[in-house]
T-cell receptor, first 115, second 112 residues
Framework: GEQVEQRPPHLSVREGDSAVITCTYT??????FFWYKQEPGASLQLLMK?????EINEGQGFTVLLNKKDKRLSLNLTAAHPGDSAAYFC??????????????FGQGTSLSVVP | DTTVKQNPRYKLARVGKPVNLICSQT?????MYWYQKKPNQAPKLLLF???????READTFEKFQSSRPNNSFCSLYIGSAGLEYSAMYLC???????????FGPGTRLLVL
C-alpha cells in the first residue's frame, strides 16, 4: 500500500524566515494531496487540498508544490510568524480498492517559530 | 459549521476494562472515521462508517468495534483495553467517501 514519509519531524525557524516541510509518497496513482495544521489542543485544520494536475498552489502565506515525477509534496511557509507554530501533517489519498480510497498520513512536523 | 466534537477529551482506563469514545457532527456528513495516533507516528485509519455500513481496516479488525445509531453520532469501542491502546483517537467526517475530512480535537486515552 501507499507509504508517506514526512520530513523533518521537528523544525525551528526565526520569525520572518521560510520553513519547508516535505513529504514523499510511493503510489504514482495517488491523485489528491492535503496539508493539515494542528495547533496545540485543537483539531487538524485543512490548510490546502491539491489535485494532482496542479504543481504550484498558492495559499495565504504559504505555497504547496507537487512534483509528481519525484512523488514529492512540499509546504513552503514564507516569512513565518509565531502564529504558524503548530504541527503540520501531509496526507495522500490512496486508492485502496475499486470502491474506496483512503487518506494516508505523514508522521507530522512540529514547527516552532521563534520571535 | 464544520465542527466535529469528541467526548471525553481525556480518558483513563484500566487494563482489561472496556472503553467507549463518542464522536458527533452536525454537518449531515454520511461518512465518519476513526483514527489512532501515537506520538511521532502518522494518524492511522482504524475504521469508517459510510452511511450505515461499517468498514474496518484488516489489521485492526478484531481490536475495535463501532456503532452509528444515527447520522450524527459514531462511537469507538474497545472491549478489553491493553497498554498498547494508549493513544490519541481522532474522529473525522466527510460528505462522501472522497471528500475533504473534517477532524475533531481527539480523545487522549491512557491505559494503566
Amino acid at each position: 500500500g501507499e507509504q508517506v514519509e514526512q520530513r523533518p519531524p521537528h523544525l525551528s525557524v526565526r520569525e520572518g524566515d521560510s520553513a519547508v516541510i516535505t513529504c514523499t509518497y510511493t503510489d504514482p496513482n495517488s491523485y489528491y494531496f492535503f496539508w493539515y495544521k494542528q495547533e496545540p489542543g485543537a483539531s487538524l485544520q485543512l490548510l490546502m487540498k491539491v489535485f494532482s494536475s496542479t504543481e504550484i498552489n498558492e495559499g495565504q502565506g504559504f505555497t504547496v508544490l507537487l512534483n509528481k515525477k519525484d512523488k514529492r509534496l512540499s509546504l513552503n511557509l514564507t516569512a513565518a510568524h509565531p502564529g504558524d507554530s503548530a504541527a503540520y501533517f501531509c496526507a495522500v489519498r490512496h486508492i485502496a480498492s475499486s470502491s474506496f480510497s483512503k487518506l494516508v498520513f505523514g508522521q507530522g512536523t512540529s514547527l516552532s517559530v521563534v520571535p | 459549521d464544520t465542527t466535529v466534537k469528541q467526548n471525553p477529551r481525556y480518558k483513563l482506563a484500566r487494563v482489561g476494562k472496556p472503553v467507549n469514545l463518542i464522536c458527533s457532527q452536525t454537518m449531515n456528513h454520511d461518512t465518519m472515521y476513526w483514527y489512532q495516533k501515537k506520538p511521532n507516528q502518522a494518524p492511522k485509519l482504524l475504521l469508517f462508517y459510510y452511511d450505515k455500513i461499517l468498514n474496518r481496516e484488516a489489521d485492526t479488525f478484531e481490536k475495535f468495534q463501532s456503532s452509528r445509531p444515527n447520522n450524527s453520532f459514531c462511537s469507538l469501542y474497545i472491549g478489553s483495553a491493553g497498554l498498547e491502546y494508549s493513544a490519541m483517537y481522532l474522529c473525522a467526517s466527510s460528505k462522501g467517501r472522497q471528500d475533504t475530512q473534517y477532524f475533531g480535537p481527539g480523545t487522549r486515552l491512557l491505559v494503566l
